[in-house]
């Protein structure tokens, strides 16, 4: 296996780091990391590093965290390289001069099974949509964002249970194993990319905002649990709970329907429950942080508030 290879990866959150390693661990060459530049980050707003970056410096790669991906000084650093493959996981949209540099192309790894939510975040939509299943794609990057030609694809049950955070988990280490794969693959002259069915490219995935974070209690109680599971831990649904902002984690659906409420209203005995009319029922909080507090369960706020 021509092991000799020269790989340039880019890549920068937690996500794309188990990728990095298995490719290190499989005694790839990686001649340099590609990550953002260190910004502030806490209170103290001290420099902080990109997950990524941390462990380029772990084993000793050279790093490069360019402001600019078009500069023509980071564009002639990166050419010194001479990389045959680009790898990128989890980072930002790159010119092409930078990806048609290796010969071998650049390929993107996808948490999604493309066509279906192409975007910014396909993990979240998957579930705010109620999908039971979803994936992880390979795929030489182009010209159009996610529209490249596939060269793997492996899929990943979404269960009921699921929130964004343990998908995100399971697809950022079955997307390690199919990083790994996909560089075997062309390594050896094994791969046979295949065009994008666009006719299929069924749902998006944006990027979130706050305002598509804002529950709306008109909807039904499905989609509005499918919200709060889609986007927990981060950046996690909201809502008003006494005249303040809330973050809700987790909830649960409950059969009672609340007679003489309106979407939106809420009852509670001040002890184990808070109801919210839902637009088709009612959708009981579990897990939620008030603004300024820590995150908590719904009994230990109510030890704390009456509602």
Known sequence: MPKDLRIIYMGTPEFAVPALELLIEEGWKVVAVITAPD??????KKL????VKDC??????PILQPSNLKS??????LKGFQADLQVVVAFRMLPESVWSMPPMGTFNLHASLLPNYRGAAPINWAIINGEKETGVTTFFLQHEIDTGNIIHQEREPIYEEDTAGT?????MHRGAKLVAKTVRDIANGNVTPLPQDNTTAMNHAPKIFKETCQIDWKKSTLAIHNLIRGLSPYPAAWTMVNNKFCKIFASKPVNNHQEGLEPGQYISDNKSYLHFKT???????TSLQPEGKRRMSIEEFLRGNTV
Do not use: V, W
């Open 39 to 44: 910004k502030p980050q806490g209170r103290g």
């Open 72 to 77: 023509p000084d980071f564009q002639e650093t």
């Open 56 to 61: 380029a410096q772990k084993h000793g790669i």
């Open 167 to 171: 998908l995100y988990d399971r697809l």
């Open 48 to 51: 902080g590093t990109s997950p």
């Open 279 to 285: 637009g088709n029922g009612t959708l009981a909080i």
